[in-house]
């Protein structure tokens, strides 16, 4: 069954993570992803660590489900024949430095002239003005000027980055779900537009329901509290690492049940859930101080028994054998035609009726040139003949 995007056609001129996880995920939904990537070099990600017969696993995975298209931009009949697959598209996507398409002939004005309707998508580090514009934008930059490397500041009180490329990742995200809501939008008008996002925006916008509660209501009578350390939330057991958590009154008191501990419920630091988060690092070392005295399977088997949000701390490895992402077929194995067997995870959502599919691995570079040029009309001498010229790939 087709998936739910299935008859959009997407121009992805989009490199590294944010770009090409936001048209993986509607690639995997069904849409036409045909990635254009520069001669000889292609996506930066094609050269990460953990290639296997020059293939990289992040290119892999972020990746699939498209069709690679080796076109030089940087000459003007690259440009045309950009121009001619845009004819036939629904939506274009690019995360170029703003200014940047402009210069090379590919700004919004330049494609809607040849697909009026177009929907056209810029991705950006930190938007189209101000003093950041110009910058070079990479994860840890906007982990910095989020707030969110010092949401995760240590004990002493010095910022940490997050280890997983949290902005990139939420700009996909969230510029997944705008290009699909532009394309509904067009489906219900007749009328193209002009999305922009910057990293910045997406995950200031992510951060802020918890992390700038004590920022949302502006007068004296504010609250501003520090947002609770996760790391606190990370407890050693006799042989491991769980955690559990109490947010509600009935949460706490089966914690106060599990822990054995009926003295901290007639703590009045801990009767209100507004005093247990205040008084968070004590009631925090408390718990520390119990659940080093069982195995992890013993606590988490009375947590469970009182309804207590837990869970064991699982490693890389531990997650591949666990029962619960078994249980939801997450994991998927395949075999890639250039890098052998590999595994993956599965599209997250699950459509009923369209269901989004893992259908081609992440290509070559250039391997769907000759097809999707084909495409447009684009003959066998004149194809020749731009190879041949450098023009494509």
């Known amino acids: 069954m087709p998936g739910p995007l299935s008859g959009f056609r997407v121009i992805d001129v989009t490199q590294m993570i944010s770009g090409p996880m936001a048209t993986m995920i509607l690639a995997d939904q069904g849409a036409d ?10 996506d930066l990600t094609r050269a990460l660590a953990g290639r296997k017969r020059g293939m990289s696993p992040t290119f892999a995975v972020a990746n699939r489900n498209k069709r ?12 045309d024949l950009l121009k001619r697959m845009v004819a036939r598209a629904d939506l274009f996507v690019q995360n170029f430095r703003p200014g940047t398409v402009e210069r090379m002939g590919i700004g919004e004005g330049a494609l809607r002239a040849v697909k009026p309707d177009l929907v056209y998508v810029s991705i950006s580090g930190f938007g189209e003005r101000g003093p950041y514009v110009h910058k070079r934008t990479y994860d ?19 910022p940490r980055m997050m280890r997983v ?49 004590g920022y949302t ?22 042989d491991g690492y769980i955690t559990c ?3 509600s009154d009935s949460e706490w008191e089966g914690l106060c049940r599990a822990l054995e501990r009926p003295e901290w419920l007639e703590d009045d630091r801990f009767k209100t859930p507004a005093g247990r988060v205040r008084f968070a690092d004590a009631r925090l070392e ?19 028994a009182e309804q207590v949000p837990c869970a064991p701390i699982l490693t890389r490895e531990d997650l591949l054998r666990d029962p619960q992402v078994a249980a939801n077929q997450m994991i998927v194995e395949s075999t890639h035609p250039r890098a052998g067997a590999m595994r993956q995870p599965r599209p997250a959502a699950r459509f009923e009726a369209t269901p989004a599919e893992l259908r081609i691995p992440a290509p070559t570079l250039g391997e769907h040139t000759d097809s999707v040029l084909g495409e447009i009309g684009v003959d066998q001498p004149e194809l020749d003949a731009m190879r041949g010229a450098g023009i494509v790939a």
């Open 286 to 304: 408390l718990a520390a101080e119990v659940l080093v005295s069982k195995t992890s399977a013993e606590w988490l088997a009375r947590l469970d």
């Open 33 to 42: 992803v045909i990635k254009v990537e520069p001669p000889g070099i292609g």
């Open 68 to 79: 690679s298209v080796a076109i030089n931009l940087k000459d003007a009949r690259g440009v």
């Open 245 to 247: 958590g109490a947010v």
């Open 165 to 213: 490329i949290v902005p990139d990742k939420v700009t996909a995200l969230t510029a997944a779900q705008a290009m699909t809501a532009a394309l509904l939008a067009r489906e219900r008008t007749g009328q193209g537009q002009h999305v922009r996002l910057a990293m910045l925006d997406a995950v200031i916008s992510f951060i802020w329901p918890e992390s700038m509660a």
């Open 140 to 158: 840890p930059v906007i982990q910095a000027l989020s707030g969110l490397a010092s949401i995760q500041a240590d004990e002493s009180g010095r």
């Open 217 to 238: 209501f502006i007068g004296p009578d504010r609250a501003i509290t520090r947002p609770p350390n996760t790391r606190d939330l990370v407890f050693r057991t006799a």
